[in-house]
């Protein structure tokens, strides 16, 4: 699998692109659709091959992105 994830063009390849976008852009509005196309997989696939990879669906995966922010902000 991390084979898969360091060759280019690969569907783990892409999925790993959209991760990293996700933990850049965690705090924005999530479209599930700029993820399939920025993967340039189909919905059932880019789901299936995210899944596969973080065992989250991309809403579940920012969710928890954000509650670990959340976790590391300094109590007020």
Same mark, same amino acid.
């Given at each position: ?9 690969? $569907? =783990?390849?892409?999925? %790993?692109?959209?991760? *990293? ?7 924005? !509005? /999530? ?8 993967? $340039? =997989?189909?919905?059932? %696939?880019?789901?299936? *091959? ?7 669906? !991309? /809403? ?17």
């Amino acid at each position: 699998m991390l084979r898969d994830m360091a060759s280019p063009g690969t $569907a =783990l390849a892409r999925i %790993a692109v959209t991760i *990293h976008w996700l933990r850049r852009h965690f705090a924005e !509005p /999530l479209k599930v659709g700029t993820l399939e196309n920025m993967a $340039a =997989l189909s919905v059932s %696939a880019f789901h299936r *091959h995210f899944k596969a990879v973080t065992a989250l669906s !991309p /809403l579940q995966y920012q969710k928890r992105l954000r509650l670990l922010k959340a976790r590391s902000l300094p109590a007020t």
